[in-house]
């Protein structure tokens, strides 16, 4: 197995330096000339700008702004940081050891850098509050989903941990608050095909053999909502908001499902109430059985005068 190079930059505000590798056939006569044409959503001046600040390193130091194109070659840079919206909710850490790091997400804030979060998310928020550079997600939660996500703190055991969500073998338990409705025989087991295409916003249930699977238990209610208890046996995009809108009982705060309702990165109200509540396994490195439960709470049920 190739062994990956160091990058020869720190991480800067929490994030790795991206790093490229030059195609070995190409005829470009300049580092420069490959970067405008390999980099099209950055300005070429502002290429050529972080090249003359020695912001672009090779592994031999700095590439010069006239450097000649070297095929094979490793690049090392820090991409512009995009504006962003600060989320302003808290991280509470619910465990820590020399392993692993179990928090409470809130609302509102992405796992992991993508599109228009990169510093506003878990990953980078962590490492820069934890002080841990190599702190990595074992799986992810929606940005708009709040609850138990778990991050491991040493690489070498990165694997076994993300092998263990990947394979299913964590017990997930998620809470929503939806509308009651006595019609609806629960608990009940919902079964569908769900697809998730490239660049669309949401998910769509479709004909055909199911690949989602959810266990949907009513806990208690009043006032015409209800708590529910929610087990997924899958883990499709969106599955558990997918799943209780077909059932007639959406998630309180959807903005998706039913019907798509777009609302912008600074409107904090009305958050959607699904709450990741408890995470469950045997710990693949210790061997240990392990049980994480949430703190957090969801606003509609604990203060429904307020929805």
Known sequence: ?????????????????????????????????????RLP???PARIEMMLRERRIVGL???????????????????????????????????????????VDKPHFLATIPRGKHVVQTALVRL??????????????????????????????????????????????????????????????????????????I????????????TLVELVEHRAGVGRYRLSPATGRTHQLRLHMAGLGLPILGDDFYPVLTEKPLDDFSRPLQLLARVLEFVDPVSGEPRRFESRLRLAAWESPESW
């Open 1 to 37: 197995m190739r062994r990956r190079l160091r990058s020869p930059l720190p991480q800067r505000h929490g994030l790795d330096a991206a790093r490229l590798r030059l195609p070995e056939v190409g005829s470009w006569a300049t580092v420069l000339e490959h970067l405008v044409e």
């Open 41 to 43: 959503r950055v300005e």
């Open 60 to 102: 031999d130091g700095p590439v010069a702004v006239d450097a000649p194109y070297v095929p094979g070659m490793f690049v090392w840079f820090h991409r512009d940081l995009p504006v962003e919206v600060p989320v302003p909710f808290e991280l509470g850490v619910v465990h820590q050891d020399e392993d692993v790091v179990v």
């Open 127 to 200: 490492r820069r509050e934890l002080g841990i550079p190599a702190l990595s997600p074992a799986h992810r939660l929606d940005r708009v989903t709040a609850g138990l996500l778990l991050f491991v703190v040493r690489p070498e055991v990165r694997g076994a941990y993300q092998t263990m969500f990947r394979d299913r073998s964590v017990g997930k338990e998620y809470e929503a608050v939806a509308p009651f409705d006595p019609a609806v025989v629960l608990p009940a087991v919902v079964r569908s095909r769900i697809v998730k295409e490239r660049g669309v």
């Open 202 to 213: 949401t998910a769509q249930e479709v004909p055909g053999e199911p690949n989602a699977e």
